[in-house]
Structure formats: C-alpha cells, structure tokens
Nanobody
Framework: QVQLVESGGGMVQAGGSLSLSCTAS?????????MGWFRQAPGKEREFVAY????????TYADSVKGRFTISMDNSKNTVYLQMYSLKPEDAAVYYC????????????????WGEGTLVTVSS
C-alpha cells in the first residue's frame, strides 16, 4: 500500500504564489511511475491540474494552469511539488495528490493512490 501526504496549502491573495508538496511512502511506492495534482472546488467535479513522470522530465498541465503552475519531482524523496504563481480566485480548491503506475497521464481513473487533500484559498 502507498500513503500520500500533502502539505503547503493555505490562504493567499490573488496574484500571489503558493507551493504544495506531496510525499509518498509505503511498501508499494516503487510501483509509482508518475505523480500529479488534481483539484476540486466546491460544487464542482475533481479536475486534473498537472502530472509528472517519476523518471525523466515529462510533465503535463491543464490549460487553465499552463504557464502559471510548475510541477516537479524529487525521486530521492518520493515527493512531488506544485509551484503555483499568479494565483486567481478560480484556483481556490482542495488540491489532491495522486500517484500512478503510469508514467504518462491519460485519465484520472489511472491514478492508483490518492492523498487526503490540502485546501488552497485565494482571496480577491
């Protein structure tokens, strides 16, 4: 089994920056070939934000965050990061970390493990 623990959420003003991190641990962590971030705002469905392959530099972003968010991974720490810049009120949501056996993102259903989520609030 794998546990994903997110940290770094909080409140920020619009235009500000925030960083999230998520560390994977557990017996099956070696099976994770990619990690990513999803978010869910109140009354909305969970949506994809960004994804990064565990080996290499392949990353994918949702159009809504491209150019403002940066995802990265530190394999030695089994940790994925999400640097968020120029935050907008519409970025406010609970952000979930996810891990998958797949190195390339295709579908949320491909995620094998999920974190509990961390809240990001953006004030206008």
């Amino acid at each position: 089994q794998v546990q994903l623990v997110e940290s770094g959420g909080g409140m920020v003003q619009a235009g500000g920056s925030l960083s999230l991190s998520c560390t994977a641990s557990g017996y099956n962590v070696v099976n994770i070939n990619g990690m990513g971030w999803f978010r869910q705002a109140p009354g909305k469905e969970r949506e994809f934000v960004a994804y990064h392959s565990a080996m290499g530099t392949l990353s994918t972003y949702a159009d809504s965050v491209k150019g403002r968010f940066t995802i990265s991974m530190d394999n030695s720490k089994n940790t994925v990061y999400l640097q968020m810049y120029s935050l907008k009120p519409e970025d406010a949501a609970v952000y979930y970390c996810a891990g998958s056996r797949y190195a390339v993102y295709s579908d949320p259903g491909d995620m094998d493990y999920w974190g509990e989520g961390t809240l990001v609030t953006v004030s206008s």
